[in-house]
């Protein structure tokens, strides 16, 4: 169901919409943190964060709620909130508009998430190339100290606060949550083993929440309005995805962007009625549905949900383009929402070269830690690029499956899933395409476009 | 020659320090100061900054090593980033890189003989809605047409 809302993106497009002044005018700016720190309780904080129904929105979908109800007081260490903007999954755009056109609600939500989990201290972890997005949350944080929001007594109340940006150096596996508490010690951005998770040891060796920056963003907006209100807004509120959040297209599509939408919306509608519908009206052949880790889903593919149990079974025999766009619905048909941007391949796009294209991003990025992950990553490459090539085989293929079956599960991260699972998506889904270029009825040099038409470089 | 940041950088190093718990934890941010100021990290950049946050130089370099974003050798003037993964190549990237390529006259991963620009490929840099798209310096470039790239290499060539 399409439902624009603009809790998040109100500042979107207003004249210096990332002022302070815009954000107090606008979005009820620090009013909600002020009531939160000086009415409630810590645990009441937390208790009301679960009735949103966030689901946390850097791609795994965990109920940010109950993520900040295992943080515990520990006798001597201090607490951190670690926020994840390290937005480095391909196809995902969205963080990058928060901080760019509306930071203020990042420092918002740090204020009462850090009050939640009973931390003095939110770090905000940005890749290092969004030099715009780091400018504009320095700019916010200062803003909001010189106001007295942020700072020693926030709103007058006795709980010091403060905001850090810290930046990265260009690795995409610091978006893992691990990898990125590494990273932000001054390490190398190797994941580490779990347990310990963040929760009992995270930054500096002491209990950490690690949480996207559009999942504390999104804290101001359900707070001001209550909790269990926000969900509501959600369509599938009742599969506990709560609320609105960002809705990202890219690719083959008239009208790439992002938009604020209640949960709910479908792909139909994200790729027809918002982005405009497929560059040069041709059919809609392939989606990625959230970042490429997701596996793709054919444009032809129906629900199979037969069995009255299943959450899916309202949409069974339906297209998948019409399935609301959740946590537990895309994870249903065999895929995954992750961060809720969009990939579209129109009709001619060549599914054998868009892998190889991923491939490559993966063997780029594996931190190189685990054997299966880091020698598995090149293989994947390798046999890719012979079959692009025209010089595969038949067992080639075959071995392609292995290889991506041998990396999943037997990693310290999830670095592996997300390059053996999209692997594994585009050889079951375009299975014949493989197969052509292997039997030499399909070549790179005629075959093997990404783009949809010839001439140069399409630009906006 | 021993390398040491300039009076106003050391500063912001000051500050940096101040952010956090421990020295080790300013390290990324103090090399892309350092980086900032001489282009890239030497073997000078690493012992400095080995001394100036009390870590081992080997652990300095493991850093260094591990993120794409520091240079360990001398890079041209101005770095031109291409992006190439799939949503950018949906959009033309490819083509976007050959352009740039012709007329540089360099391929990715090489610098122009006059030292003026380093041209290399990126993975998705969060921009893929607004595809193609390169990165020069610290600024995105983004909805690229031919003309408008035209237009940034000669200015940087300048
Ligand atoms: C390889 C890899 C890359 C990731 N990249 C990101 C990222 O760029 N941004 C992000 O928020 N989460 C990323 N994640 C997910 C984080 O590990 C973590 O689940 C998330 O930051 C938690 O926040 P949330 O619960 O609010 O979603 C990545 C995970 C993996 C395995
Ligand atoms: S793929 Fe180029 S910015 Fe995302």
Redesign the pocket.
Same mark, same amino acid.
Do not use: H, Q
């Given at each position: 169901m399409l439902k624009r809302t603009d809790y998040l993106t109100k500042t979107y497009g207003k004249p210096e919409g990332w002022t302070l002044g815009v954000y107090e005018r606008e979005c009820h700016g620090y009013q909600t943190a002020r009531r939160v720190l000086s009415t409630m309780k810590k645990d009441d904080v937390v208790n009301e964060a679960k009735k949103a129904n966030i !689901? #946390? !929105?850097?791609?795994?979908? @965990?109920p940010?709620g109950v993520?900040w109800s295992f943080m515990r007081p520990h006798p001597t260490k201090p607490a951190y909130l670690v926020i *994840?903007?390290? =937005? #480095? =999954?391909p196809g995902?755009h969205k963080?990058r508009t928060i901080m760019e056109l509306n930071p203020h609600s990042v420092i918002e939500g740090c204020m009462i998430g850090c009050y939640g989990i009973g931390a003095h201290v939110a770090y905000i972890y940005v !890749?290092d190339e969004l030099h715009l997005s780091k400018a504009r949350l320095w700019a916010a944080i200062a803003e909001a100290k010189a106001k007295g929001y942020l700072g020693a007594r926030p709103f007058g109340v006795d709980y010091p606060l403060d905001v850090v940006v810290h930046t990265g150096g260009g690795a995409?596996?610091?978006? +893992?949550?691990?990898? /990125?508490l590494n990273s932000l010690e001054g390490r190398r951005g190797e994941?580490r083993l779990k347990p310990p998770f963040p929760a009992q040891a995270g930054a500096f060796g002491c209990p950490t929440t690690? *949480? *996207? /920056? +559009?999942?504390?963003a999104a804290v101001p907006s359900a707070f001001h309005m209550g909790c269990e209100a926000f969900s509501k807004l959600s369509a599938i509120h009742h599969l506990n995805d709560g609320g609105v959040r960002l809705f990202g297209v890219n690719g083959h599509v008239k009208n790439p962007g992002v938009w604020e939408c209640a949960v709910g919306l479908t792909l139909r509608e994200l790729i027809y009625d918002l982005g405009g519908g497929v560059l040069g009206d041709k059919p809609l052949f392939a989606i990625i549905p959230g970042g490429s880790?997701t596996p793709v889903l054919r444009a032809d593919e129906l629900v199979h949900a037969p069995d009255e149990k299943s959450p899916l079974h309202p949409w069974h025999g339906q297209s998948v383009l019409d399935v609301p766009l959740g946590v537990d619905t895309f994870r249903g048909i065999g895929t995954m929402l992750g961060?809720c941007c969009a990939t579209v391949l129109a009709e001619g796009t060549c599914p054998v070269a868009a892998m190889h294209n991923l491939m490559q991003f993966y063997r780029h990025?594996s931190c190189g830690q685990c054997t299966p992950c880091r020698e598995g990553s090149g293989w994947l490459l390798r046999i890719t690029e012979k079959i692009l090539d025209g010089r595969g085989t038949m067992e080639e293929l075959d071995q392609l499956h292995d290889i991506a079956n041998n990396i999943m599960g037997n990693t310290i991260?999830? @670095?592996g +899933?997300?390059t053996a699972m999209p692997a594994l998506g585009f050889l079951k889904k375009f299975r014949r395409e493989f197969e052509a270029y292997v039997r030499g009825e399909k070549k790179k040099s005629t075959d093997g476009r990404l783009t949809v038409d010839h001439h140069d470089f399409v630009g906006g | 020659m021993t390398f040491a940041l300039t009076p106003e950088r050391d500063q912001e190093l000051e500050q940096i320090l101040k952010r956090y718990p421990n020295r080790m934890a300013a390290l990324i941010p103090v090399l892309h100061l350092a980086q900032d100021q001489n282009g890239w990290i030497s073997e000078e950049v690493v012992e400095w900054a080995s001394r100036r946050l009390d870590v081992p130089p080997a652990h300095v370099r493991g850093v260094v090593t591990f993120y794409t974003l520091f240079n360990q050798k001398p890079v041209g003037k101005h770095q031109v980033w291409v992006c190439r993964t799939l949503p950018c190549a949906l959009r033309g990237a490819g083509q976007l890189l050959a352009h740039c390529e012709k007329k540089l006259g360099i391929h990715a991963g090489e610098t122009t003989a006059d030292g003026k620009i380093t041209l290399r490929t990126a993975e998705c840099l969060a921009s893929c809605g607004t595809a193609p798209m390169m990165q020069v310096d610290k600024t995105y470039h983004e909805n690229l047409t031919p003309e408008a790239v035209d237009a940034l290499l000669d200015e940087l060539r300048r």
């Open positions: !689901r #946390g !929105r850097g791609g795994a979908g @965990f940010m993520k *994840n903007a390290d =937005e #480095g =999954e995902t963080d !890749r995409y596996i610091c978006g +893992e949550e691990t990898s /990125l994941p690690v *949480n *996207n /920056l +559009e999942t504390i880790s961060t990025e991260c999830a @670095f +899933e997300g | -």
